[in-house]
Nanobody
Framework: QVQLVESGGGLVQPGGSLRLSCAAS????????MGWFRQAPGEERLFVAA????????YYADSVKGRFIISRDNPKNTLYLRMNSLKPEDTAVYYC??????????????WGQGTQVTVSS
């Protein structure tokens, strides 16, 4: 398994932006597809975005398409999620996940501990 540590969460006003980071260690980062998920209180964990090992393919949930951007820096072993035009309904704990799947849809075998994002005025 790979170890994943998220950071960058916090409190932001509606319409604001945040960038989440996920630092990976334990196996070659560039061989894994990666994803972001989120979980609001009392709800199930939901898919947000995913990216292939090379960064050449990205996938988004409809609810964030056009507002969020997933990216990765393989030499730095880091995954990012740029979140723009944030809404109160984006409030959740955000998790990154790693997958050894070679094709979409990915199956994830490692998860981080999560970082809280709160969108409120």
């Amino acid at each position: 398994q790979v170890q994943l540590v998220e950071s960058g969460g916090g409190l932001v006003q509606p319409g604001g932006s945040l960038r989440l980071s996920c630092a990976a260690s334990g196996r070659p980062f560039s061989s894994d597809a990666m994803g972001w998920f989120r979980q609001a209180p009392g709800e199930e964990r939901l898919f947000v975005a995913a990216i292939s090992w090379s960064g050449g393919s990205t996938y988004y949930a409809d609810s964030v398409k056009g507002r969020f951007i997933i990216s990765r820096d393989n030499p730095k072993n880091t995954l990012y999620l740029r979140m723009n035009s944030l809404k109160p309904e984006d409030t959740a704990v955000y998790y990154c996940a790693a997958s050894r799947s070679s094709a979409w849809p990915y199956e994830y075998d490692s998860w981080g501990q999560g970082t809280q994002v709160t969108v409120s005025s």
